[in-house]
C-alpha cells in the first residue's frame, strides 16, 4: 500500500536542542515538500525537493534544514534557531513539474512540541 | 501577504442540505486550484481541483465553481453528510506547480 509515513508522530524535545523529523514515502514521487501547519492558519511551506540531491527554500526556511540524499526519504531537522518551534509538520509528496491532475499526497504529520 | 484566503474560519449545516465553502486569492498568475480535506491529527487528503481553463468541475458530490475574474473559487457539497466534518483548504499554484499555496482552512460541521 503506497503512502507517506512520518516519524515520530509525537515529540517532545528541550529547547536549544535540534530534532530531525522523519519523512518517507514509497510512492516513487520525485517531488516532496515539508509543511508547518499553526492553529487557525494554512499549510506554510518549509523547504522542497524537486529531485534527489537538491531543494529549495520555501516560505519560512530559518531555523529548518533538510537533506535529499534518497529519493524516499527526505527529512527535516528543526534547529534550535528556530525561534517557535512547536507545531504539527506535516510532509507531502507529488510527481513535479506540473501538479496539473496529480495533487501532493500528505503523511499524518508529527507534532512537535518543546517544553 | 496572504494570497489565498478563506474568511469563513467556521460553517455548520444541516445533514442532506448544501455546504458551501469559499476562498479567494490575490494573485493573478495561479491557474491550479486545489481543495483538500483535513480530520484532527492527519495529514489533509486531495478531495478536487479545478484549471483556470474551466469554471467547473464535478466529482460526486463534489464541486468545484471558479470566477477566475472575481479571483474566487467555491467548493459545493451537496448532500451533506457527518462524515464530511472536517477542516476543508483551498490551495493555489502557478504554472510550474512546484508549490502550493494554501488558505488557513474552513471548519465544517454538519449537523446530524
Known amino acids: 500500500d503506497g503512502g507517506i509515513t512520518q516519524s515520530p508522530k509525537y515529540l517532545f524535545r528541550k529547547e536549544g536542542q535540534n530534532v530531525t523529523l522523519s519523512c518517507e514515502q514509497n510512492l516513487n514521487h520525485d517531488a516532496m515538500y515539508w509543511y508547518r501547519q499553526d492553529p487557525g492558519q494554512g499549510l506554510r511551506l518549509i523547504y522542497y525537493?524537486?529531485?534527489?540531491?537538491?531543494?529549495q527554500k520555501g516560505d519560512i526556511a530559518e531555523g529548518y534544514s533538510v537533506s535529499r540524499e534518497k529519493k524516499e526519504s527526505f527529512p527535516l531537522t528543526v534547529t534550535s534557531a528556530q525561534k517557535n518551534p512547536t507545531a504539527f509538520y506535516l510532509c507531502a509528496s507529488s510527481i513535479p513539474g506540473t501538479s496539473w491532475g496529480r495533487p501532493q499526497h500528505f503523511g499524518d504529520g508529527t507534532r512537535l512540541s518543546i517544553l | 501577504d496572504q494570497q489565498v484566503k478563506q474568511n469563513s474560519p467556521s460553517l455548520s449545516v444541516q445533514e442532506g442540505r448544501i455546504s458551501i465553502l469559499n476562498c479567494d486569492y490575490t494573485n493573478s498568475m495561479f491557474d491550479y486550484f486545489l481543495w483538500y480535506k483535513k480530520y484532527p491529527a492527519e495529514g489533509p487528503t486531495f478531495l478536487i481541483s479545478?484549471?483556470?481553463?474551466?469554471d467547473k468541475n464535478e466529482d460526486g458530490r463534489f464541486t468545484v465553481f471558479l470566477n477566475k475574474s472575481a479571483k474566487h473559487l467555491s467548493l459545493h457539497i451537496v448532500p451533506s453528510q457527518p462524515g464530511d466534518s472536517a477542516v476543508y483548504f483551498c490551495a493555489a499554484s502557478g504554472s510550474s506547480g512546484d508549490k502550493l499555496t494554501f488558505g488557513t482552512g474552513t471548519r465544517l460541521a454538519v449537523r446530524p
Open positions: 479545478i484549471s483556470s481553463i474551466k
Open positions: 525537493s524537486q529531485i534527489v540531491n537538491d531543494f
